[in-house]
T-cell receptor
Framework: DAKTTQPTSMDCAEGRAANLPCNHSTISGNEYVYWYRQIHSQGPQYIIHGLKNNETNEMASLIITEDRKSSTLILPHATLRDTAVYYCIVGETSYDKVIFGPGTSLSVIP | NAGVMQNPRHLVRRRGQEARLRCSPMKGHSHVYWYRQLPEEGLKFMVYLQKENIIDESGMPKERFSAEFPKEGPSILRIQQVVRGDSAAYFC??????????????FGSGTRLTVV
C-alpha cells in the first residue's frame, strides 16, 4: 500500500504556481520522497526527489518539512501541458518497487 | 540514448488468445519493472526482473501471466488465454542498478491491450 496521502484533485490557473501537497507521516530516516507525473495515456515521468533538503530542477521544486512528514511539489509557472496526475512516493534508493497511490489530478485552467 | 521501448503500442486479441508484450530497457539498464493500469484506475506493480531472474512477482496474477528477461533481448510479459478483464495499459520501466531506486526509473509509453 502507498505510504502517502494526497488530495484527489486540484485546479491551478495557467501561469500561476501549482503547489501540490503530500503527507508521509510514517516516512523512515532512509526513505526519499519522489514525485512522478502521468499525462493522460502516457507512461509516468520522473520529476524530482529529495531526502531532507529542498531540491530544485528544471521542472519543479520540492519542499520537505523539517520533520519530513510532509512535502510540497511546486510547479512555478503552470502551463496547460502540466495537466496530469501527480504521484508522491516514498522509498529507499534500493531497487524497491515503486508503489503508486491514486495521486493528485491537477487541472491547469486557461 | 533511446528511452524504454515498448511494443506493440496497441494490441488486440480475442478471448482465449495469447498476448506477448515486449519491453527493451534503456541502454545500460539491467532492471525491469512491469505495471498494469486498468481503465480509470491507478498503476499497479506486477513484477520486477533482472537479467534472467525474477526478483519480485508479488503483483502478478497467479495464473495465465508470466514474465521473463532473458540474457539477450527484451523483457517479455506473456498473458495466456486472455479475458476481457485483461484489457489495460501495460507499462514497463527500467533502472540502472539497485542503488538508483525510484530515481532511476524510466517508463516506456506502454502497450494498450484490448481483448475482444
Amino acid at each position: 500500500d502507498a505510504k502517502t496521502t494526497q488530495p484527489t484533485s486540484m485546479d491551478c490557473a495557467e501561469g500561476r504556481a501549482a503547489n501540490l501537497p503530500c503527507n508521509h507521516s510514517t516516512i523512515s530516516g532512509n526513505e526519499y520522497v519522489y514525485w512522478y507525473r502521468q499525462i493522460h495515456s502516457q507512461g509516468p515521468q520522473y520529476i524530482i526527489h529529495g531526502l531532507k533538503n529542498n531540491e530544485t530542477n528544471e521542472m519543479a521544486s520540492l519542499i520537505i518539512t523539517e520533520d519530513r512528514k510532509s512535502s510540497t511539489l511546486i510547479l512555478p509557472h503552470a502551463t496547460l501541458r502540466d495537466t496530469a496526475v501527480y504521484y508522491c512516493i516514498v522509498g529507499e534508493t534500493s531497487y524497491d518497487k515503486v508503489i503508486f497511490g491514486p495521486g493528485t489530478s491537477l487541472s491547469v485552467i486557461p | 540514448n533511446a528511452g524504454v521501448m515498448q511494443n506493440p503500442r496497441h494490441l488486440v486479441r480475442r478471448r482465449g488468445q495469447e498476448a506477448r508484450l515486449r519491453c527493451s530497457p534503456m541502454k545500460g539498464h539491467s532492471h525491469v519493472y512491469w505495471y498494469r493500469q486498468l481503465p480509470e484506475e491507478g498503476l499497479k506493480f506486477m513484477v520486477y526482473l533482472q537479467k534472467e531472474n525474477i526478483i519480485d512477482e508479488s503483483g502478478m496474477p497467479k495464473e495465465r501471466f508470466s514474465a521473463e528477461f532473458p540474457k539477450e533481448g527484451p523483457s517479455i510479459l506473456r498473458i495466456q488465454q486472455v479475458v476481457r478483464g485483461d484489457s489495460a495499459a501495460y507499462f514497463c520501466a527500467s533502472s540502472h542498478s539497485e542503488s538508483t531506486g525510484a530515481y532511476g526509473y524510466t517508463f516506456g509509453s506502454g502497450t494498450r491491450l484490448t481483448v475482444v
